[in-house]
């Protein structure tokens, strides 16, 4: 059954990356997918924000940041669990009007987000799932993840999910707030909390870098 393609349209008002998070117990990795402009505009018959999911590829050929306004079609995602966009699949994608260079010397940074790589290479650290919400939406150093949690490593049908918000930006932002440490399930009622994680990832940075 073919899935039909929504229409969309407008502002784009910040450009994220597109991590996928994999966790089991006190191990996890990444899949750098893309990335998601959020858009501010029309949604087929609707007028509202939404998030589209754009891979590298199309990234790298449209350069699209905050300030744009673009257009294009996508399907609706297979999955709600393991995206945090609404549309994937995108097509028809063109840059209507290109926006001001919206770089801002101080958060939350706008601007044209960095090659995966470059993420990669930063590392992040967690952030307080609020202090996402409330400031750091647009920013191209915040990052809202799918996470998927292998509960049984002998048994990895057992699975949950759950969204986790981190910062790929300068560690003297002054916006940053860590939150709660996350605990991990495990079996037989197991779990494990980190703390010293986020530290490591990102300790080989400079307070402004």
Aim: aromatic share 8%; with cysteine; net charge positive.
């Amino acid at each position: 059954m073919l899935t039909s393609k929504i229409a969309f349209s407008g502002l784009v008002v910040g450009v994220q990356p597109r991590i996928r998070l994999t966790r089991s117990f006190d191990q996890r990795s990444h899949t750098y997918q893309g990335y998601i402009p959020h858009i501010d505009g029309n949604v087929g018959d609707e007028r509202r924000t939404v998030l589209v999911a754009i891979g590298e590829a199309a990234q790298e050929k449209h350069q699209i940041r905050a300030g744009d306004r673009v257009r294009g079609e996508g399907v609706p995602v297979a999955d709600p669990e393991t995206e945090i966009a609404e549309l994937y699949k995108v097509s028809k994608l063109v840059v209507i009007e290109r926006g001001v260079d919206a770089t801002m010397p101080s958060p939350p940074w706008l601007g044209l987000p960095p090659a995966l790589d470059v993420y990669r290479a930063r590392g992040h650290r967690r952030l307080d799932a609020r202090t996402f919400a409330d400031k750091c939406t647009t920013c191209i150093w915040g990052c809202r993840m799918p996470v998927e949690m292998i509960i049984d490593q002998w048994n990895p049908s057992r699975k949950r999910y759950r969204e986790e918000t981190f910062c790929y930006g300068p560690l003297a932002c002054s916006l940053y707030k860590t939150g709660p440490t996350r605990k991990v399930p495990g079996r037989k009622g197991m779990s494990w909390e980190e703390d010293w994680v986020d530290e490591d990832a990102v300790r080989h940075r400079r307070p402004d870098d």
